[in-house]
T-cell receptor
Framework: GEDVEQSLFLSVREGDSSVINCTYT??????LYWYKQEPGAGLQLLTY?????DMKQDQRLTVLLNKKDKHLSLRIADTQTGDSAIYFC????????????FGKGTHLIIQP | GAVVSQHPSWVICKSGTSVKIECRSL??????MFWYRQFPKQSLMLMAT?????????EQGVEKDKFLINHASLTLSTLTVTSAHPEDSSFYIC?????????????FGPGTRLTVT
């Protein structure tokens, strides 16, 4: 079955890098996503990676995928107070008509 | 970017009544929409896939007679919680697939918080 795991909390100092980790179980995942949810707001797609890629960088965000270990990470460089939110890892198995399977989310806490 | 709206943003209803939640794609047509529910400090759980012009596909364990889904147009899907009970209190979130993009982006609505008293 499908299962996505994340640690529930991560605390970092402002200006440091944040690394949020995620593991998944379904080896047939096609796309893996990172979403951000701020209090009272909907989910915002941050970035995604296709399963045949190892790395993707987009400004302050770097996604690393280790397909062998089924491990996905999101690195946020120069973490700012505005980055405080819950970050969800999600996977899609199959084509575009499929819903996503989400992890429980990692609450990123920024210390001044 | 693509925008998905939900209405209402929050609703309180009495046990035994029915509540309808709307999900609209505002600037694109969505042949497929999805309904999720999220309990406090929990993940989003996919409830059903809503396809325009056809019956919804429900995930295992989701009662289709309790959670009625109608996708009558390419921009609107509705979720009706029938005979609501306190255990149905949750955050309901919809998303829509935007066609034509290679990565099959799903755009999420802001969610509807349902409280059943």
């Amino acid at each position: 079955g499908e299962d996505v795991e994340q640690s529930l909390f991560l605390s970092v100092r402002e200006g440091d890098s944040s690394v949020i980790n995620c593991t998944y179980t379904d080896s047939s995942s096609t796309y893996l996503y990172w979403y951000k949810q701020e209090p009272g707001a909907g989910l915002q797609l941050l970035t995604y990676i296709f399963s045949n890629m190892d790395m993707k960088q987009d400004q302050r965000l770097t996604v690393l995928l280790n397909k062998k270990d089924k491990h996905l990470s999101l690195r946020i460089a120069d973490t700012q107070t505005g980055d405080s939110a819950i970050y969800f890892c999600a996977e899609r198995v199959g084509g575009g008509a499929d819903g996503l399977t989400f992890g429980k989310g990692t609450h990123l806490i920024i210390q001044p | 970017g693509a925008v998905v709206s939900q209405h209402p943003s929050w609703v309180i209803c009495k046990s035994g009544t029915s509540v309808k939640i709307e999900c609209r794609s505002l600037d694109f047509q969505a042949t497929t929409m999805f309904w999720y529910r999220q309990f406090p400090k929990q993940s989003l759980m996919l409830m059903a896939t809503s396809n325009e012009g056809s019956k919804a596909t429900y995930e295992q364990g989701v009662e289709k007679d309790k959670f009625l889904i109608n996708h009558a147009s390419l921009t609107l899907s509705t979720l009706t919680v029938t005979s609501a009970h306190p255990e149905d209190s949750s955050f309901y979130i919809c998303s829509a697939n935007r066609p034509g993009l290679a990565i099959y982006e799903q755009y999420f609505g802001p969610g509807t918080r349902l409280t059943v008293t």
